[in-house]
Protein backbone atom coordinates (compact mmCIF):
# COMPACT_ATOMS: atom_id res chain seq x y z
CA UNK A 1 0.00 0.00 0.00
CA UNK A 2 2.94 2.13 0.81
CA UNK A 3 4.69 1.51 -2.51
CA UNK A 4 3.77 4.28 -4.13
CA UNK A 5 5.40 6.90 -1.29
CA UNK A 6 8.79 5.26 -2.33
CA UNK A 7 10.85 7.56 -4.33
CA UNK A 8 11.49 6.57 -7.83
CA UNK A 9 15.35 6.45 -7.80
CA UNK A 10 14.84 4.38 -4.97
CA UNK A 11 12.69 1.58 -6.46
CA UNK A 12 16.02 1.97 -8.98
CA UNK A 13 18.71 1.67 -6.50
CA UNK A 14 17.10 -1.35 -4.53
CA UNK A 15 16.65 -2.92 -8.01
CA UNK A 16 20.21 -2.72 -9.43
CA UNK A 17 21.50 -3.80 -5.45
CA UNK A 18 19.26 -7.14 -6.16
CA UNK A 19 20.95 -7.37 -9.48
CA UNK A 20 17.55 -7.59 -10.87
CA UNK A 21 17.73 -8.37 -15.02
CA UNK A 22 17.18 -5.00 -16.83
CA UNK A 23 13.32 -5.94 -17.69
CA UNK A 24 12.92 -6.87 -13.98
CA UNK A 25 13.66 -3.00 -13.40
CA UNK A 26 11.80 -1.99 -16.24
CA UNK A 27 8.71 -3.59 -15.02
CA UNK A 28 9.59 -2.08 -11.21
CA UNK A 29 9.76 1.44 -12.91
CA UNK A 30 6.19 0.72 -15.03
CA UNK A 31 4.98 -0.62 -11.87
CA UNK A 32 5.69 2.38 -9.37
CA UNK A 33 4.73 4.96 -11.53
CA UNK A 34 0.90 3.35 -12.21
CA UNK A 35 1.02 3.02 -8.37
CA UNK A 36 1.95 6.27 -8.02
CA UNK A 37 -0.22 8.47 -10.44
CA UNK A 38 -3.46 5.96 -11.21
CA UNK A 39 -3.74 5.02 -7.74
CA UNK A 40 -5.39 1.93 -8.92
CA UNK A 41 -4.90 -1.12 -7.42
CA UNK A 42 -6.31 -3.79 -9.49
CA UNK A 43 -4.25 -1.92 -12.90
CA UNK A 44 -0.93 -3.04 -10.28
CA UNK A 45 -2.24 -7.00 -9.96
CA UNK A 46 -2.88 -7.21 -13.29
CA UNK A 47 0.02 -5.79 -14.75
CA UNK A 48 2.25 -8.46 -12.16
CA UNK A 49 -0.56 -11.54 -13.37
CA UNK A 50 0.33 -10.51 -16.68
CA UNK A 51 3.96 -10.54 -16.46
CA UNK A 52 4.33 -13.73 -14.28
CA UNK A 53 1.90 -15.65 -16.14
CA UNK A 54 2.82 -14.33 -20.08
CA UNK A 55 6.23 -13.38 -19.68
CA UNK A 56 8.20 -14.51 -17.44
CA UNK A 57 8.20 -18.33 -18.31
CA UNK A 58 9.01 -17.43 -22.23
CA UNK A 59 11.94 -15.54 -21.24
CA UNK A 60 13.26 -18.44 -18.89
CA UNK A 61 12.77 -20.75 -22.31
CA UNK A 62 14.35 -17.58 -24.36
CA UNK A 63 17.44 -17.44 -21.75
CA UNK A 64 17.76 -21.44 -21.89
CA UNK A 65 17.82 -21.83 -25.73
CA UNK A 66 20.38 -18.63 -26.15
CA UNK A 67 22.48 -20.33 -23.42
CA UNK A 68 22.38 -23.64 -25.06
CA UNK A 69 23.06 -22.17 -28.56
CA UNK A 70 26.04 -20.91 -27.07
CA UNK A 71 28.03 -24.05 -25.91
CA UNK A 72 30.31 -24.77 -28.48
CA UNK A 73 30.33 -28.23 -30.26
CA UNK A 74 32.83 -30.81 -29.72
CA UNK A 75 34.50 -31.83 -32.83
CA UNK A 76 34.42 -34.91 -33.83
CA UNK A 77 36.88 -35.95 -36.60
CA UNK A 78 37.92 -38.63 -38.47
CA UNK A 79 41.36 -40.27 -40.18
CA UNK A 80 40.95 -42.75 -42.87
CA UNK A 81 44.04 -44.62 -43.64
CA UNK A 82 44.17 -47.08 -46.04
CA UNK A 83 46.12 -50.19 -45.36
CA UNK A 84 49.16 -50.61 -47.39
CA UNK A 85 47.19 -48.68 -50.10
CA UNK A 86 48.82 -49.75 -52.91
CA UNK A 87 49.60 -52.88 -52.27
CA UNK A 88 45.56 -53.52 -50.67
CA UNK A 89 44.67 -51.75 -54.08
CA UNK A 90 47.09 -53.99 -56.15
CA UNK A 91 45.59 -57.08 -54.81
CA UNK A 92 41.74 -56.01 -55.52
CA UNK A 93 42.88 -55.64 -59.29
CA UNK A 94 44.60 -59.26 -59.08
CA UNK A 95 41.86 -60.82 -57.65
CA UNK A 96 39.20 -58.78 -59.66
CA UNK A 97 40.93 -60.51 -63.09
CA UNK A 98 41.05 -63.61 -61.33
CA UNK A 99 39.44 -64.72 -58.50
CA UNK A 100 41.43 -67.90 -58.22
CA UNK A 101 45.06 -66.28 -57.49
CA UNK A 102 46.75 -65.39 -54.30
CA UNK A 103 45.98 -62.47 -52.48
CA UNK A 104 48.91 -60.78 -52.41
CA UNK A 105 48.03 -59.85 -48.60
CA UNK A 106 48.42 -62.81 -47.58
CA UNK A 107 52.11 -63.47 -48.60
CA UNK A 108 55.44 -61.81 -48.16
CA UNK A 109 55.24 -59.10 -50.92
CA UNK A 110 55.82 -55.62 -51.90
CA UNK A 111 54.87 -53.17 -54.70
CA UNK A 112 57.50 -51.90 -56.18
CA UNK A 113 60.41 -51.43 -59.47
CA UNK A 114 61.46 -53.88 -61.60
CA UNK A 115 62.33 -57.38 -59.27
CA UNK A 116 64.12 -58.80 -62.17
CA UNK A 117 67.11 -55.78 -62.67
CA UNK A 118 66.68 -55.41 -58.76
CA UNK A 119 66.04 -51.49 -59.43
CA UNK A 120 63.66 -49.05 -57.83
CA UNK A 121 62.01 -49.08 -54.10
CA UNK A 122 60.05 -50.40 -52.37
CA UNK A 123 56.70 -48.40 -52.28
CA UNK A 124 54.22 -51.01 -50.51
CA UNK A 125 54.69 -53.98 -48.38
CA UNK A 126 52.28 -57.06 -46.83
CA UNK A 127 52.40 -57.68 -43.19
CA UNK A 128 54.71 -60.38 -43.66
CA UNK A 129 57.29 -58.83 -45.94
CA UNK A 130 57.31 -55.99 -42.88
CA UNK A 131 57.94 -58.55 -40.33
CA UNK A 132 61.06 -59.95 -42.24
CA UNK A 133 62.31 -56.03 -41.65
CA UNK A 134 61.10 -54.58 -45.56
CA UNK A 135 60.61 -51.10 -45.32
CA UNK A 136 58.93 -48.69 -47.29
CA UNK A 137 61.49 -46.76 -49.60
CA UNK A 138 64.34 -49.25 -48.97
CA UNK A 139 66.02 -50.28 -52.21
CA UNK A 140 64.62 -53.27 -54.03
CA UNK A 141 68.18 -55.35 -53.90
CA UNK A 142 68.04 -54.59 -50.45
CA UNK A 143 64.49 -55.79 -49.70
CA UNK A 144 65.24 -58.86 -51.43
CA UNK A 145 68.55 -59.42 -49.63
CA UNK A 146 66.46 -59.33 -46.17
CA UNK A 147 63.74 -60.98 -47.67
CA UNK A 148 64.53 -63.33 -50.64
CA UNK A 149 60.97 -65.00 -51.05
CA UNK A 150 59.46 -61.78 -51.46
CA UNK A 151 57.15 -61.24 -54.64
CA UNK A 152 57.66 -57.92 -56.07
CA UNK A 153 54.51 -56.84 -58.27
CA UNK A 154 54.92 -53.41 -60.15
CA UNK A 155 52.73 -50.39 -59.59
CA UNK A 156 49.93 -49.39 -61.70
CA UNK A 157 48.56 -45.81 -60.64
CA UNK A 158 45.86 -45.48 -62.83
CA UNK A 159 43.84 -48.25 -61.18
CA UNK A 160 44.94 -47.06 -57.33
CA UNK A 161 43.64 -43.62 -57.97
CA UNK A 162 39.96 -45.20 -59.29
CA UNK A 163 40.14 -47.09 -56.03
CA UNK A 164 40.97 -43.90 -53.82
CA UNK A 165 38.36 -41.61 -56.12
CA UNK A 166 35.61 -44.89 -54.87
CA UNK A 167 36.50 -44.18 -51.20
CA UNK A 168 36.11 -40.44 -51.51
CA UNK A 169 32.32 -41.19 -53.02
CA UNK A 170 31.57 -43.45 -50.47
CA UNK A 171 33.21 -41.44 -47.73
CA UNK A 172 30.84 -37.97 -48.78
CA UNK A 173 27.95 -40.18 -48.35
CA UNK A 174 28.72 -39.56 -44.32
CA UNK A 175 29.72 -35.12 -44.76
CA UNK A 176 30.94 -33.06 -46.99
CA UNK A 177 33.26 -31.28 -45.02
CA UNK A 178 36.59 -33.33 -45.86
CA UNK A 179 40.23 -33.17 -46.61
CA UNK A 180 42.46 -35.01 -48.35
CA UNK A 181 45.48 -35.98 -47.11
CA UNK A 182 47.24 -37.86 -49.56
CA UNK A 183 45.85 -40.83 -51.98
CA UNK A 184 45.36 -43.04 -49.47
CA UNK A 185 44.37 -40.67 -46.42
CA UNK A 186 41.86 -38.23 -45.73
CA UNK A 187 40.09 -36.17 -42.51
CA UNK A 188 36.30 -36.44 -42.18
CA UNK A 189 35.08 -33.85 -39.82
CA UNK A 190 32.04 -35.18 -38.39
CA UNK A 191 30.88 -32.57 -36.36
CA UNK A 192 27.65 -31.62 -37.70
CA UNK A 193 26.63 -34.75 -39.20
CA UNK A 194 27.32 -37.02 -36.88
CA UNK A 195 24.09 -37.48 -34.86
CA UNK A 196 22.65 -38.72 -38.34
CA UNK A 197 24.26 -42.04 -38.27
CA UNK A 198 24.80 -42.46 -34.32
CA UNK A 199 27.88 -43.09 -31.40
CA UNK A 200 31.32 -41.79 -33.24
CA UNK A 201 32.72 -45.78 -32.73
CA UNK A 202 29.75 -47.36 -34.00
CA UNK A 203 29.76 -45.01 -37.13
CA UNK A 204 33.40 -45.54 -38.01
CA UNK A 205 33.01 -49.59 -37.70
CA UNK A 206 30.34 -49.13 -40.32
CA UNK A 207 32.06 -47.12 -42.67
CA UNK A 208 35.20 -49.53 -42.13
CA UNK A 209 32.82 -52.63 -42.80
CA UNK A 210 30.95 -50.78 -45.49
CA UNK A 211 34.91 -50.28 -47.50
CA UNK A 212 35.70 -53.66 -46.82
CA UNK A 213 32.59 -55.05 -48.22
CA UNK A 214 32.34 -52.83 -51.08
CA UNK A 215 35.71 -51.87 -51.89
CA UNK A 216 37.76 -55.01 -51.61
CA UNK A 217 40.25 -52.95 -49.16
CA UNK A 218 40.70 -52.65 -45.57
CA UNK A 219 41.06 -48.96 -43.75
CA UNK A 220 41.91 -47.45 -39.97
CA UNK A 221 40.08 -45.08 -38.93
CA UNK A 222 41.44 -42.48 -35.94
CA UNK A 223 38.52 -40.74 -33.82
CA UNK A 224 39.28 -37.86 -32.06
CA UNK A 225 38.70 -33.43 -31.78
CA UNK A 226 41.50 -32.84 -33.76
CA UNK A 227 43.21 -33.82 -36.83
CA UNK A 228 46.41 -34.44 -34.84
CA UNK A 229 45.01 -36.48 -32.63
CA UNK A 230 43.42 -38.33 -35.20
CA UNK A 231 45.69 -39.25 -37.35
CA UNK A 232 47.68 -41.23 -34.17
CA UNK A 233 44.72 -43.59 -34.27
CA UNK A 234 43.26 -42.42 -31.01
Request: glycine residues 0%; proline residues 3%; aromatic residues 20%.
Given at each position: RNFHRIPLFKVISFSFTLRASPQRVLF??????????????????????????????????????????????????????????????ESVYRLEKSPQDTDLRTIACAVGGDSSTRHGIILAKSTLAKKQGVTTGEPISQALRKCPDLVIVPSRFDFYIQCSRKMMTLLEEYTPDHEKFSIDETFLDMTDTIHLFGPPLSTANIIRNRIRDQLGFTVNIGISSKQAFGKNGL
Open positions: LILFHLIYRYAEIDYICCLCYDFYRTCILPFRSTFIFQESTMNIPKQRVIFHIDVNSAFLSW
